[in-house]
């Protein structure tokens, strides 16, 4: 047995040495991004930290040749350095050319206070900041008085108050701070949750402190640090000896599901959150094959085997309070399926939780690209839950924006594979998230009505929209930080603004910030469009409108454009100006400015400018909205 | 059982036969105090020893490392 392992160490070991070469070869012949490629294969093949940081170093020699930047800085109190290198494997795995900076080994204070440190000259657009207990309050390794830990913890919350203010001050970034953890055994033994002065319930209090302070802050989060070194197992998550030889804290099995973790902060803030699970059915959401065992055959219920499929089930259905849209794609027969879907008692999935259904025998990848289009979001929003390794394959090759989960084949991991992925995460929830799959069945009749109309005018005018516009006030800020984010189609200039430039905007008299709601004989679609506008001296200038794919091709976005230019008038402007930069994705908006008579004037650094004179041209509202207008 | 020269090898990413018993930071790249760290860890788990942190500091070169192992029991 002992020397079968052994083999198979050999074996995999040869493979990162096959890999190593591969490498060299490509780096030599300057090959860089293939070069970059095969880093990420033997970054796959072996996770060790020696390797991570292999593969670091040599990216810094190749040069980078990805898109998709992001600037990553961490702050702490001990040495993260050894954090990075995991990091930077995440950030490639999801698609990101990161940049780091680590702050000096424990002079965060100065990095934060100094306008002119290191970290605000990089720029960073996320900060990690990690500080260890005992550093903050080194009475802990004794035995402290009472006294003692009622001023440590308000010394502790007065510290990362204070460097979040200051640092929110100085910096755009978002702001994640570590929990704070006791690593050490209680001095008290088993007697420390009874006594007053016990330290697991101290260092709740204090991490409780800090949840409730950050949790005020739109720009600020606490990570779970507690929770994540649960998962590298505690005991060997953390190290005293890399602290004593390193004054590291973390082995790199905690450093991985660090990284790991991190990444649910990073690929929101980038917008690369996944929009919708798409799953297979047997074998995926039941055990066995419908077709032919028959629904009462099939593995699903509250006793083994079928429990692990209602346990994943109801994980995906927790996924549908976050908004995040389930899909069904199966190989099957709709007559054999649908009776489970509707009536298996143990089924926690219903027909209505799923977006979309393709119950059918044609190629799955076609399938996708139907859902895709007919929920009007991109497959690089899509995440594909197979137990089929054949149908994985097919998607993998034929759609790669399309992330493949590699399902276990042990359906007992199934939840925990679901719950471990860090694409399902929102920096804010808003109510179009938690309406967003009743949304969706709303759509569904919308399209059902459009087929029974004559015309598409009569079918806008059956639909009675009703739109809202206002100036924007502080709670929309999540919202509009949410879409502008996220929005790629009808997006006019993809400025990713983040919550605090958002917040000035909203602020400033030199700006307007407009929001739209929209409403139809089916339901509510929430704030689903906005615009940014800067008054310069002669000129209003549209820095950005954007719509959500929800509600394109109803016009609703003339009623923002005829908002803003009836403002420009009332001012008036003797120009409106609206930019335009193209993007690989935003086509659908291209000819916006124009449809609505402006010119193009010019164009500065792939900006196009277009303009329109308020004083002599015309924008009139669509004749089948009823539009209502808050607010000068 | 992989060598000794594998594992310093393969943590720093380097050709095991550029390595030999006077290999140390000066001359291989990436060995410096992190790259230090990350060659314990590997060595404990590789060798499944637990090696004191005064042998830490002592392992200067790839010929002391086999020495300090060979105190340990081990086969390096």
New interface residues.
């Given amino acids: 047995m002992e020397e079968q392992g052994d083999h198979r160490k050999k074996g995999a070991a040869d493979e990162v040495e096959a890999q190593r070469l591969v490498y060299r070869e490509l780096k030599a012949s300057g090959r860089t991004a293939e070069a970059h490629a095969a880093l990420n294969r033997l970054v796959e093949l072996d996770p060790s930290g020696g390797t991570a940081t292999f593969a670091h170093r040599e990216r810094a020699k190749l040069g980078e040749v990805g898109e998709r930047p992001v600037r990553i800085a961490i702050l702490s109190s001990y040495v993260l350095d050894p954090l990075v290198p995991f990091l930077d494997v995440e950030c490639r795995r999801a698609g990101l050319t990161p940049a780091f900076y680590v702050a000096p080994f424990n002079q965060y204070t100065q990095e934060v206070l100094n306008q002119s440190s290191g970290l605000y000259a990089f720029g960073p657009e996320i900060v990690f900041v990690a500080l260890d207990l005992e550093d903050l309050f080194p009475a802990v390794r004794r035995v402290p008085s009472v006294d003692d830990l009622a001023r440590g913890r308000a010394e502790i919350r007065g510290t990362v108050a204070g460097l979040v203010q200051e640092l929110h001050a100085r910096s755009t970034a978002l702001i994640v701070v570590h929990e704070l953890t006791f690593t050490g055994s209680s001095p008290h033994g088993i007697l420390d949750n009874r006594r007053g002065d016990g330290l697991s319930r101290w260092t709740e209090d204090v991490n409780h402190d800090l949840a409730e302070d950050l949790g005020a802050q739109a720009h600020a989060f606490l990570l779970p640090l507690r929770q994540v070194l649960g998962r590298a197992g505690n005991e060997r998550g953390q190290s005293r000896k890399l602290f004593y030889m390193a004054r590291m804290r973390h082995t790199d099995g905690a450093l991985r599901e660090l990284a790991s973790y991190s990444m649910r902060y990073v690929k929101p803030l980038k917008g690369l959150t996944r929009k919708c699970v798409v799953v297979d059915l047997d074998g995926t959401l039941w055990g066995g094959v419908v077709g032919e065992v028959g629904p009462d055959g099939i593995q699903l219920g509250p006793v083994a085997p079928g429990i692990e499929f209602v346990d994943f089930q109801e994980a995906l259905l927790n996924l549908t309070k976050r908004g995040i849209l389930l899909a069904v794609c199966s190989k099957n027969n709709p007559d054999d399926v649908m009776p489970v879907l509707r009536e298996h008692k143990h089924m926690v999935l219903r027909e209505e939780h799923f977006a979309a259904v393709r119950i059918n025998w044609r190629n799955k990848a076609e399938n996708l690209r139907e859902i895709a289009e007919e929920l009007n979001i991109g497959l690089d929003s899509f995440v594909f839950l197979d137990d089929n390794p054949v149908e994985r394959e097919l998607i993998r090759q034929m759609l790669p924006q399309v992330l493949t989960i590699e399902l276990p084949r042990d359906a007992s991991q199934y939840r925990p594979t679901l719950e471990n992925l860090s694409d399902f995460e929102l920096l804010a929830l808003t109510k179009e998230d938690e309406q967003r799959a009743s949304q969706y069945r709303a759509n569904r009749q919308r399209q059902a009505l459009e087929l029974s109309s004559g015309s598409l005018d009569d079918y806008l005018h059956s639909l009675e929209i009703r739109a809202e516009i206002a100036r924007a006030e502080g709670h929309h800020v999540p919202r509009l930080v949410q879409m502008l984010n996220k929005t790629n189609q009808f997006n006019t200039t993809t400025r990713r603004y983040q919550t605090p430039e958002i917040e000035r905007f909203v602020a400033s008299p030199d700006h307007r910030v407009y929001v739209l709601e929209v409403a139809d004989r089916f339901g509510e679609h929430g704030l689903v469009g906005s615009a940014i506008v800067r008054r310069e001296r002669d000129a209003w200038r549209i820095d950005n409108v954007l719509l959500s794919c929800r509600v394109m091709g109803l016009s609703v976005e003339t009623v923002l454009l005829k908002r803003i230019y009836d403002a420009a008038r009332l001012h008036d402007a003797a120009r409106l100006v609206g930019e335009f930069i193209p993007t690989a994705k935003n086509g659908p908006t291209a000819d916006f400015y124009r449809r609505h008579g402006f010119q193009l004037a010019g164009e500065v650094d792939g900006a196009q400018a277009w303009t329109l004179d308020p004083r002599v041209d015309r924008i009139e509202d669509p004749a089948w909205i009823a539009v209502k207008t808050t607010g000068e | ?2 060598t000794l020269e ?1 594992v310093v090898s ?4 380097v050709e095991p036969q550029s390595l030999d018993e006077s290999s140390s930071p000066e001359s291989v ?2 060995w410096d ?10 060595l404990e788990q590789h060798f499944n020893v637990s090696i004191d ?1 005064d042998d ?1 500091m002592e392992m200067g070169s790839v010929g002391k490392i086999r020495e300090i192992l060979v105190a340990y029991g081990v086969r390096a």
């Fill in positions: 059982m992989r594998e393969r943590v720093f990413g790249e990436g105090s992190m790259g230090h760290v990350n060659l314990v860890t590997a942190i830490v």
